[in-house]
């Protein structure tokens, strides 16, 4: 129990003592995330609305595509990714291999069908009624669109919270798309599984303390959107 303790103590120094080698690999982790989560939340809550709101030939097979994708291995998100992005992939001459926007590629992917399976469930268990009040009280489509929105704001926010922390705790796309690059493409996670290798326990305490406090920022945040 001592290493552990001398680890916490340690990690606390590396912190508050601004190590440039964990700071690096908090910033990196918060670029890729917040452009994978951008995009997710901007195509995903709209695709989402459709599967949940809307009835339509194939929907049973799209819900199945989305249910099942859920389930995606970040390793083959990653393989599938570093296919199309090296070299000798169609999307090579891009050079996104090893950079932080080809992470948030990836990412992107393995977020958006949790957005788009969350906010469907959020919009199927809307009240059915609140559409013939809104079209009864003259609402035209966009109005009908963001107030059905507005309506289930807690479920789309939880699908945001979720996938949020799919992306923050992966491993697989940002090792395989990333590289692992020490003070360009290392992240949260792929520090913590490399420093803990290595040995260096304390890196890797401080890193999880900071992937725990961002996700008790969000949650912080969260909570206070839903009183507001």
């Known amino acids: 129990m001592d290493f552990i303790l001398a680890g916490f103590i340690e990690a606390i120094h590396l912190l508050f003592g601004g190590d440039g080698q964990t700071w690096s690999a908090v910033a990196a982790t918060l670029k890729a995330s917040t452009g994978s989560m951008a995009t ?18 194939a929907k049973r097979q799209a819900r199945l595509l989305v249910d099942t ?9 990653g393989l599938v990714v570093y296919a199309f992005i090296s070299n000798r992939g169609p999307l090579g001459e891009m050079g996104l291999l090893f950079t932080l926007p080809g992470i948030a590629i990836g990412q992107t992917i393995l977020a958006l069908p949790i957005v788009i399976a969350l906010s469907a469930t959020a919009v199927e268990s809307m009240d059915r009624h609140l559409r013939t009040l809104l ?40 090792m395989m798309v990333g590289g692992n690059i020490k003070w360009h493409t290392r992240t949260i996670t792929t520090a913590i599984a490399l420093e803990t290798g290595k040995g260096m326990f304390a890196t890797g305490i401080a890193l999880g303390l900071v992937l725990i406090g961002i996700a008790f920022a969000v949650n912080v945040c969260l909570s206070f959107l839903r009183k507001k």
């Not at 997710?40 to 030939?57: A, K, M, Q, R, T």
């Not at 289930?152 to 705790?169: D, N, P, S």
């Open 40 to 57: 997710s939340l901007v195509l995903g809550i709209p695709l989402g609305f459709v599967l949940g709101y809307f009835d339509f030939p």
């Open 135 to 174: 079209v009864s009280l003259g609402a035209g489509r966009r109005q009908l669109l963001f107030s059905s929105l507005w309506e289930v704001r807690y479920g789309l926010l939880a699908a945001g919270l979720a996938a949020y922390g799919r992306v923050m705790t992966e491993v697989g796309i940002s």
């Open 69 to 77: 994708a859920l389930a995606l291995p970040t390793v083959f998100i």
